[in-house]
C-alpha cells in the first residue's frame, strides 16, 4: 500500500539482506587488493549519498564537493598531528569544520540559481584548494602524513584492510539512515518541493535559504566525514588528492549516474562507476592515466541522453514495462 | 471596539523600472469576504497578488494584515501569517503525487509527515480530488490541478486566499463546480480575492468587486453596482 509512514516489508527485507552481504563479503576475500576495491566502492557510495541530499532531493547541484571532503581530510589530520587527537574526534571536528564552511558558502552561493550555483561551488572549491596549496601552515602542495607508530582502533590506523572495510560499512549505512531519515521528514518533502517549483514552495511558507542550508550543511558533514576516512586510509594527503575537481566530479557523477533524488541510487551508482574505473586502469596500466576522466566525460553524456534519472530510473521503467512485475501500480 | 480589518491596503503602488503595474490602491477586505477583482489584461492584478504574497515589495504605499504592517514581507512570511495564493500558471509539484502536494502545504502547520497527509486528505476531499491521492501530480488534468492548488493552499490553514484565474478555461460545469467551492471556502470563513476573467464564475458569489485599469482602481462596489458603472463599461468596452 501507499502509506509511507509505515515500513514496507519487502524493503526492509531487501536492506538486511543487502546489509548481511556486505558483512559477510570480506570473509572470502583474501587478496587486499580485491578488498581495497570494495571499499572504494563503499566510500564511493558514501559520498554519494551524502551528495544527493543537497544535489538530488533538493536539487542544488554542487560541483564542489571536493571542499568539504578536503576540509574533513585535512581537519582530522592536523588535529591528529598537531594535538594528538583521535581521528574519530577529528572526523566530527572535520564535519563541524564543514558545516561552518557550509554555511559561510551558502549564504552568497544560494543566491544564485541553476546552473549558476553550480559554477560558484566549482569557483568556491578551486579558490580552497589554491589557498591549501599556498598554505605553509598546512604545509602546502607537500601535504601530511600519518604517523605509522600509533595503530589500533583509537588512532583509525589498521595494518590489514579488513577494519577498513567495515568501518566504511559504518559510515555509508550512518549516511544511507541520515538520507532515509530526511526523505520520510518534512524537510524531504521540502527539499523537494524546492528542487520542483520554487516559488510555489515559498509560498507554502517554506523559506528556501533555510532549507538549502539545511540540505547543504547536512551534506557537507557526512562529505568530510568521508575526507577523514580517506586520509586515515591513505595515511597520506595533500591538495592534489583531496581538493581537487575531479574528486567534485566523481562524487557528483556517483549520484547522477546511479539516479538523483533516490535513496540507494548512488550506491548503485558508486558499484558501476569504481567498477568500470578500477577495469579501466588495469586496462590500460599507467599509461592510461587520465582515462577515468574519459570515462566520466562519457558516462554524464550518456545519463544524459538516455537516462536522466540514471540507472535507478531505467530500472524503474524496466519494471513498468514487466508484465505482471508491476508491484507498484496497484495504487494507481 | 473595532477590531481591524483582515486586509487593508493603502496607497499602494508598484513600478518596475518605470513602468507603472500599481498605482495608488486602497481598499479594505473584511473576515471571510468574497471580492472579485477583474480589470483588462495587464490592468495589474498579478502584480497586485505578488505585492499582497510578498512577492513584490510595493514602491509606495502600505499592506496591512490583521492591523500588522506587512508591507514588503517575503512570500514565506505572508504564509506564515495567513495568506495563501494559488498561480496563474498552475505550479504543482510534477515530482509529488496529489497528496503529497498538498501534504507540503499542510506542513507549514504541522511539522508530523501522519499529520500533514491527515490534513491533505481533508483538504483534498474538500476539493473534490480524494480519487487523485495517489496520482502524480503532472498527470492530473488542468482543471485538477487548478484544485489542487487550492486545495494546497487551503492546507496552509489562511485566513484569506488569493486565487489568480482558477477558473479560466474550465468549462460550464466546472466554472459552477469552481465558484461553489469558492463558497464554501467562505464558508469555513476563509476570505478569497479571485483574479477572473470569467464573470458567469465571479458575479453571482462575490459580495464585492474591485475593478483595475491601467494599474488604478477605478471602481469599488457591488458585482450589481459594477455592472452599471460607466468607468468599468468604458474600460472593458473602449469609449
Known amino acids: ?332 | 471596539m473595532n477590531t481591524p480589518p483582515l486586509l487593508a491596503v493603502d496607497g499602494l503602488g508598484k513600478a518596475f523600472d518605470g513602468l507603472v503595474a500599481n498605482r495608488d490602491i486602497s481598499f479594505i477586505i473584511h473576515h471571510a469576504e468574497i471580492v472579485g477583482l477583474i480589470g483588462p489584461n495587464g490592468a495589474g492584478k498579478t502584480t497586485l497578488f505578488n505585492c499582497l504574497a510578498g512577492f513584490h515589495t510595493p514602491t509606495t504605499g502600505r499592506i496591512a494584515f490583521e492591523g500588522h504592517d506587512i508591507t514588503g514581507t517575503t512570500p514565506e512570511a505572508a504564509a506564515e501569517l495567513g495568506i495563501a495564493r494559488t498561480f496563474q500558471i498552475v505550479r504543482i509539484f510534477h515530482s509529488m503525487t496529489a497528496l503529497e502536494n498538498v501534504m507540503v502545504g499542510a506542513m507549514l502547520r504541522t511539522k508530523r509527515v501522519a499529520d500533514a497527509r491527515h490534513r491533505a486528505e481533508q483538504e483534498l476531499a474538500f476539493v473534490g480530488l480524494s480519487h487523485r491521492a495517489e496520482t502524480p501530480a503532472s498527470s492530473l488534468t488542468v482543471s485538477e490541478q487548478k484544485r489542487l492548488e487550492v486545495a494546497r493552499a487551503l492546507a496552509t490553514d489562511p485566513k484569506l486566499i488569493l486565487l489568480d484565474e482558477v477558473m479560466a478555461g474550465l468549462n460550464q460545469t466546472e466554472v459552477r463546480e469552481a465558484s461553489q467551492l469558492v463558497v464554501r471556502i467562505h464558508q469555513r470563513g476563509i476570505a478569497s480575492i479571485i483574479v477572473e476573467h470569467v464573470m458567469e464564475g465571479i458575479m453571482p458569489i462575490a459580495h464585492r468587486m474591485l475593478v483595475l485599469d491601467y494599474g488604478a482602481k477605478i471602481a469599488d462596489g457591488t458585482p450589481a453596482e459594477i455592472a452599471e458603472n460607466p468607468a468599468v463599461i468604458a474600460a472593458y468596452l473602449g469609449e
Open chain 1, 1 to 332: 500500500m501507499s502509506n509511507r509512514t509505515v515500513l514496507d516489508p519487502r524493503k526492509a527485507l531487501g536492506a538486511v539482506a543487502l546489509l548481511a552481504f556486505a558483512l559477510l563479503l570480506p570473509l572470502g576475500i583474501t587478496d587486499p587488493a580485491r578488498l581495497n576495491f570494495f571499499i572504494l566502492i563503499l566510500m564511493g557510495a558514501q559520498l554519494g549519498v551524502a551528495w544527493n541530499i543537497v544535489g538530488g532531493y533538493a536539487g542544488q547541484v554542487s560541483l564542489g564537493h571536493a571542499v568539504f571532503y578536503g576540509i574533513g581530510a585535512y581537519c582530522s589530520t592536523m588535529l591528529a598531528l598537531s594535538l594528538g587527537l583521535s581521528p574519530w574526534i577529528g572526523m566530527l571536528a572535520g564535519g563541524l569544520l564543514a558545516v561552518v564552511f557550509a554555511l559561510v558558502m551558502g549564504w552568497p552561493c544560494f543566491r544564485l540559481k541553476g546552473h549558476y550555483f553550480a559554477m560558484a561551488t566549482i569557483a568556491v572549491a578551486e579558490i580552497v584548494q589554491i589557498l591549501v596549496t599556498n598554505s605553509e601552515f598546512l604545509e602546502g602542495a607537500v601535504g601530511l602524513s600519518l604517523p605509522l607508530d600509533r595503530s589500533g582502533l583509537a588512532a583509525m590506523v589498521f595494518l590489514s584492510k579488513l577494519p577498513y572495510y567495515y568501518i566504511i560499512l559504518g559510515l555509508l549505512v550512518v549516511t544511507v539512515l541520515v538520507a532515509w531519515a530526511i526523505e520520510r521528514s518534512h524537510i524531504g518533502y521540502y527539499f523537494r518541493a524546492i528542487k520542483d517549483e520554487p516559488e510555489a514552495a515559498r509560498a507554502l511558507g517554506v523559506s528556501l535559504t533555510r532549507y538549502k542550508l539545511i540540505a547543504l550543511s547536512v551534506s557537507a558533514f557526512l562529505t568530510a566525514v568521508g575526507g577523514s576516512f580517506y586520509a586515515q586510509k591513505e595515511m597520506f594527503i595533500d591538495p592534489g588528492s583531496v581538493f581537487v575537481g575531479a574528486i567534485s566530479i566523481k562524487i557528483a557523477l556517483v549520484a547522477i549516474l546511479g539516479g538523483v533524488g533516490t535513496l540507494m541510487g548512488p550506491v548503485l551508482g558508486a558499484v558501476i562507476l569504481i567498477t568500470i574505473e578500477e577495469y579501466s586502469r588495469t586496462l590500460f596500466g599507467s599509461t592510461g592515466s587520465g582515462t577515468d576522466m574519459i570515462i566520466y566525460a562519457m558516462m554524464i553524456i550518456l545519463v544524459a541522453v538516455f537516462s536522466p534519472a540514471g540507472v535507478m530510473g531505467l530500472l524503474q521503467d524496466l519494471r513498468r514495462h514487466l508484465p505482471g512485475a508491476g508491484k507498484t501500480s496497484e495504487t494507481r
